[in-house]
Structures are given as structure tokens and as C-alpha cells.
């Protein structure tokens, strides 16, 4: 059975950082692709961060580029989103998701992916 699970959302003030994780189950992250998404109340679910398949090439949306940083450590199965220097504008639910389709950049959108964790809540405030 394919499962997803993000963890490490939480409260932290401005300028902040934390290390959100998706655990993997039932597949090997290595040779899917994997991407970050968010959704802040009342906006549309947005692309994050992705690592792309074939090649492993990682994107970032502008909005958190030098910011935030994903990575995959597949002894774990698990794929990492370290945020730092967070704005209140980063508060959102965020989801990992993962397919095995070929992606490259278009692994910033939400459609070509096959499985979804349940999300993991940042908040970003003083």
C-alpha cells in the first residue's frame, strides 16, 4: 500500500526555520518524483519544491527560492523540506506527493501526481 506522511509543521515566528518530512511507504522514493505543495486558506493548492524524474533535478518556485531547500535520503524514504527564514506569507497546510511518470520541471504542478500524504500545518507569525 502506497502512504505518505508529512510531519514537522508547527508554529515559529518570522525569520524562523523548520524541516518538514515525508516519509514514504509501499514504494521507493528514489525513483519517483517527489513534490512540496501548500495551500494557505482561501488560495489555490501551489508547487513548492520538486525533485524531477528522470534525472533527480530539483525546482523551486520563485517565491521560496534561497530559502528552502528539499532533499531525498533514500536509505530513509523520506524526502525533506528545510525552510528558513520564514515570512507569515509561507503559512499554508503543506503536502508531499509523489508519481513515477516522467515530470522534469512539470513537477512543480499538482496534476501529474498519483499519491498524496495528508498535509502538515506551518505557521509563520509573531
Known amino acids: 500500500q502506497v502512504q505518505l506522511v508529512e510531519s514537522g509543521g508547527d508554529l515559529v515566528q518570522p525569520g524562523g526555520s523548520l524541516r518538514l518530512s515525508c516519509a514514504a511507504s509501499?514504494?521507493?522514493?528514489?525513483?519517483?518524483?517527489i513534490g512540496w505543495f501548500r495551500q494557505a486558506p482561501g488560495k489555490e493548492r501551489e508547487g513548492v519544491s520538486c525533485?524531477?524524474?528522470?534525472?533527480?533535478?530539483?525546482y523551486y518556485a520563485d517565491s521560496v527560492k534561497g530559502r528552502f531547500t528539499i532533499a531525498r535520503d533514500t536509505a530513509k524514504n523520506t524526502v525533506y523540506l528545510q525552510m528558513n527564514s520564514l515570512k507569515p506569507e509561507d503559512t499554508a497546510d503543506y503536502y508531499c506527493a509523489a508519481t513515477p511518470k516522467i515530470l522534469f520541471s512539470r513537477c512543480l504542478l499538482n496534476s501529474p501526481y498519483d499519491y498524496w500524504g495528508q498535509g502538515t500545518q506551518v505557521t509563520v507569525s509573531a
Open positions: 525533485i524531477g524524474t528522470p534525472i533527480g533535478i530539483t
Open positions: 509501499g514504494f521507493t522514493l528514489d525513483r519517483y518524483a
